[in-house]
């Protein structure tokens, strides 16, 4: 297994430094470096650092004097050990399976780097962002032709939604150009370009951005000094495409090129009247009701599963642009390896009639369902069957992925001894249930 060294940059950060860090250490992807390095905070960020590093054997607690971010990241990046590198802002925060997610990108299709999308939050709503629609491998010429098109996207500019491997950063010694203070991620992302070959886009968010009002960022960025940014900034871009490009290819490019000076965020802002809007925690699977008092209720329990599982699933649908009850009907139909009635599909995902039909028929429209028998005379009597395609190979991971989520933390006999159980409880239900 990989090891990935997370990095995060702290100053001033006790207000916010616990929803990241535990975000990170909730990772279910375990074998993580976590290196968090307070840059001279006036504030109980390093206390609280410290208490995370004493229960934790992976968290590097480190302490220095106020520098910027940009130094504070090649510190981190200098005591950094693992084979890829994620990078995370103290303000923001992860999904669950934010690092396993971008590390099977990574390692599945043999590439350089990982971008993927993200969540844009503002307030208490929330938009999913991401600059390339079509998920997979692309080289690095195409995927620069696609930053031509919106340079200006946080998509491609940031640090934090993207996997890096150590070793390119560490041959062509890679680091943030400590002498700016604006922009220096983007630089950071051309120079690691330059030598990159092949990348993956993941089309699952992979991370929470939160948009601070009043930070001292947006409060710099007037028009003024916007001009001056990309007036610095047009260098580094065109070098990179000069360097990519021969001759010829570079001027048929130029006028994009330079549109970056022109070039606006287009994925800057969650508006909440947007289609894909919508509220926190509304997100991968839908909102969680949970009440302390139903702890021990195994209706409860049973309740958290299902929505855990739907969130196991919610990167399949979204890189298929599936909603939540498709994605369920397939995977189901897929492990049944068999048709299905409507009604059966309906009742054993937990769906509604209705909704249940919705989704078939939407699905009739894609290449991963089909109707395999059919009565006129007998809705019943309509049989529906999973058509084999690229999904197959991820949802054999799926239960996988779940299980290693509940078993966390359980011993190999505690697990063995669990599961002796749990197949006499299960045999219980099925003699009374299947008749």
């Known amino acids: 297994m990989s090891k990935v060294s997370i990095i995060v940059p702290v100053y001033n950060g006790e207000k916010v430094l616990k929803r990241c860090v535990d975000s990170i250490i909730n990772q279910d992807y375990r074998d993580l470096e976590i290196i968090l390095v307070d840059d001279g905070s006036k504030d109980d960020s390093f206390r609280i650092i410290s208490e995370y590093a004493k229960n934790d054997e992976r968290i590097v607690p480190v302490h220095k004097e106020n520098g910027g971010v940009s130094s504070t990241r090649n510190l981190a990046l200098d005591l950094a050990t693992g084979d890829y590198i994620q990078f995370i802002d103290v303000d923001d925060w992860l999904p669950f399976d934010s690092t396993k997610l971008m590390v099977r990108g990574m390692e599945e299709n043999k590439t350089d780097l990982v971008i993927a999308d993200f969540y844009r939050v503002v307030g208490d709503k929330i938009a999913k962002k991401g600059s390339i629609k079509e998920g997979g491998v692309t080289t690095r010429n195409a995927f620069a032709d696609r930053m031509m098109l919106t340079p200006a996207d946080f998509y491609y500019g940031v640090l934090w939604n993207k996997l890096y491997r150590r070793d390119i950063i560490e041959k062509y010694h890679i680091r943030m150009d400590e002498n700016i203070s604006y922009s220096e991620d983007m630089i950071f992302n051309l ?52 360097n990519i490009t021969v001759y010829q290819d570079y001027e048929q490019r130029k006028p994009f090129i330079y549109g970056y000076l022109l070039a606006v965020s287009t994925d800057s802002f969650a508006i909440p009247f947007l289609d894909n809007a919508k509220k926190l925690g509304e997100e991968k699977g839908g909102k969680v009701f949970y009440d302390t008092d139903m702890n021990d209720n195994e209706f409860m329990n049973m309740y958290l599963g299902s929505k855990l599982f739907s969130q196991v699933l919610d990167p399949l649908a979204q890189a298929h642009k599936l909603d939540d009850n498709e994605i369920k009907i397939l995977y189901y139909l897929y492990k049944k390896g068999k048709s299905a009635t ?22 009739l429209t894609t290449p991963y369902l089909k109707v395999s028998d059919i009565n006129l005379f007998d809705d019943d009597k309509i049989l529906y069957e999973y058509v084999s395609s690229e999904l197959d190979k991820e949802f054999d991971k799926i239960q996988d992925d779940f299980l290693a989520l509940c078993y966390n933390s359980i011993s190999e006999e505690d697990l063995e001894n669990y599961l002796k159980v749990r197949e006499q409880i299960y045999d219980n239900i099925r003699k009374i249930m299947i008749k």
Do not use: W
């Not at 991370?207 to 610095?232: A, F, R």
């Not at 059966?344 to 939407?362: D, H």
């Open 191 to 242: 120079e690691y370009l330059l030598h990159v070959e092949k990348i993956f886009v993941l089309k699952s968010p992979v991370y929470y951005y939160v948009k601070t009002e009043g930070s001292l960022v947006m409060q710099n960025m007037n028009v003024e000094n916007i001009v001056k940014m990309k007036t610095g900034m047009i260098k580094y871009y065109r070098d990179f495409y000069k």
């Open 342 to 363: 409507g009604e059966e599909i309906a009742s054993v995902c937990f769906i509604g009639p209705g909704s249940c039909a919705l989704a078939i028929t939407k699905l």
